[in-house]
């Protein structure tokens, strides 16, 4: 599986898995790398991306992304 999206001034690709459980495994992320304003939140995207999460999808449409220990780590909404 593949996604791809912004993540904040570049666009991203990953592979991803889901496990058992819900568990979010991505890996192979790559990146365009062009430089802006506040690319540390870029930085601490990609990083918590790369982490492994579980997946809560909420009833109004949102996927939560969850440490292993249960703590939200992105609140993520599609757009249309």
Same mark, same amino acid.
């Given at each position: 599986?593949?996604?791809?999206?912004?993540?904040? $001034?570049?666009?991203?690709?990953?592979?991803? $898995? !889901?496990?058992?459980?819900?568990?979010?495994?991505?890996?192979? !992320?790559?990146?365009?790398?062009? @430089?802006?304003?506040?690319?540390?939140?870029?930085?601490?995207?990609?990083?918590?991306?790369?982490? &492994? @999460? !579980?997946?809560? /999808?909420?009833?109004?449409?949102?996927?939560?992304?969850? &440490? &292993? /220990?249960? !703590?939200?780590?992105?609140?993520?909404?599609?757009?249309?």
């Amino acid at each position: 599986n593949r996604a791809n999206g912004m993540s904040g $001034v570049n666009l991203f690709s990953c592979e991803f $898995v !889901i496990e058992n459980g819900g568990r979010l495994c991505v890996g192979n !992320i790559a990146s365009t790398r062009m @430089m802006g304003p506040n690319m540390e939140y870029e930085r601490a995207f990609l990083t918590a991306l790369s982490k &492994s @999460m !579980i997946l809560d /999808k909420k009833s109004n449409g949102e996927l939560w992304l969850l &440490s &292993s /220990k249960g !703590i939200p780590l992105m609140k993520l909404k599609q757009l249309n």
